[in-house]
T-cell receptor
Framework: KNEVEQSPQNLTAQEGEFITINCSYS?????LHWLQQHPGGGIVSLFM???GKKKHGRLIATINIQEKHSSLHITASHPRDSAVYIC?????????????FGKGTHLIIQP | DSGVTQTPKHLITATGQRVTLRCSPR?????VYWYQQSLDQGLQFLIQ???????AKGNILERFSAQQFPDLHSELNLSSLELGDSALYFC????????????FGQGTRLTVV
């Protein structure tokens, strides 16, 4: 079964800290998404990656295709970053063409 | 605002009933995906349509069906509802298929009582 593993499951940090969330997957992928879900439930797409690194504001996402691993970094974290961060992949090859999701990382940034 | 519109936002219905969830994709997007988020299963892919045709199926129950219309909006039909069908249902759209970025709607929260 193709799986997406995220760590940590839960993370509590102080405002200003550098945050890293990790994602690993089991087989080849065509692309990886990092998503953010706030308590209200809506999902926002932060990044889509197929190689290398992307940066948007205080958020940085990297992917290592050979190691089947991606990281999401948040610099100068702020309480408004508190949310669930979800890694999701499109597996390459045959089969379903939708995203396969990790279980998410619950992030709380305390002021 | 992602540009993907889902209606209704909330829906409460009784077991055995049938409901229809609606999704309007972002302007120009040809793909529509439906996902279910439940407390015990997390987010799961249900079905994908591309330019009016079914493209891929995931963990969609036989009691559930979907279609994409010529104007590219999509509907997810859930019938013979059970308590376990209570979940958040998300629609996402993208221009192409698996190599293009997906944008999510705000979801429809379905409660079956």
């Amino acid at each position: 079964k193709n799986e997406v593993e995220q760590s940590p499951q839960n993370l509590t940090a102080q405002e200003g800290e550098f945050i890293t969330i990790n994602c690993s997957y089991s087989v080849g992928i065509s692309a990886l998404h990092w998503l953010q879900q706030h308590p209200g439930g809506g999902i926002v797409s932060l990044f889509m990656l197929s190689s290398g690194k992307k940066k948007h504001g205080r958020l940085i996402a990297t992917i290592n295709i050979q190691e089947k691993h991606s990281s999401l970094h948040i610099t100068a974290s702020h309480p408004r970053d508190s949310a669930v961060y979800i890694c999701a992949v499109y597996y390459s090859g045959g089969g379903a063409d939708g995203l396969t999701f990790g279980k998410g990382t619950h992030l709380i940034i305390q002021p | 605002d992602s540009g993907v519109t889902q209606t209704p936002k909330h829906l409460i219905t009784a077991t055995g009933q049938r409901v229809t969830l609606r999704c309007s994709p972002r302007s120009g997007d040809l793909s529509v995906y439906w996902y279910q988020q439940s407390l015990d299963q997390g987010l799961q892919f249900l079905i994908q349509y591309y330019n009016g045709e079914e493209r891929a199926k995931g963990n969609i129950l036989e009691r559930f069906s979907a279609q994409q219309f010529p104007d590219l909006h999509s509907e997810l039909n859930l019938s013979s509802l059970e308590l376990g069908d209570s979940a958040l249902y998300f629609c996402a759209s993208s221009f192409g298929t698996s190599n293009t970025e997906a944008f999510f709607g705000q979801g429809t929260r379905l409660t079956v009582v």
